[in-house]
């Protein structure tokens, strides 16, 4: 192997651990990942209730503005960030949020600028699912 060969290697090599850090991470990430922690502490007997509070739809200095958040039937998170002008500027999705909660109806909310996003999740059939988005 040559030298070329082997900068290529480590750059790929960086770039693919860079993905998997928090460097690039984006809005839809955080909120799958408190989903999955929210159905980790929500009681295994049925009816067992817990909210999740998501304070941000991201890291700081990314989607500051007013954001809408829908979070589907079929298992899709979607994260719309605005201006303060309330143009979409952003946009990004994620399903990993669907191996930990089941969501029944498609629900569709808009949030201004930090304000937080709660999520009441309920325990029913053995599977955390989301009754409630405000």
């Not at 070329?4 to 750059?11: E, K």
């Not at 809408?68 to 719309?80: E, P, R, S, Y």
């Not at 994620?94 to 996003?117: C, M, N, Q, W």
Request: proline letters at 4%.
């Amino acid at each position: 192997m040559n030298a070329r060969s082997a900068r290529a290697i480590l750059i790929a090599a960086a770039l693919i651990v860079a993905a998997g850090c928090d460097i690039a991470t984006d809005p839809a990430t955080p909120l799958a990942s408190d989903l999955e922690a929210g159905a980790d502490r929500l009681g295994s007997d049925a009816g067992a209730t817990y909210t999740v509070h998501h304070t941000t739809p991201s890291k700081a200095g990314e989607c500051t503005g007013p954001y809408k958040v829908q979070l589907d039937q079929v298992g899709a998170m979607i994260i719309w960030c605005k201006d303060a002008a309330g143009e979409m500027v952003s946009s990004h999705s994620t399903s990993y949020h669907a191996r930990f909660v089941e969501t029944p109806e498609t629900f569709l909310i808009d949030k201004g600028a930090g304000e937080t996003l709660s999520i009441d999740l309920e325990r029913s059939g053995g599977r955390a699912v989301i009754v409630a988005v405000r």
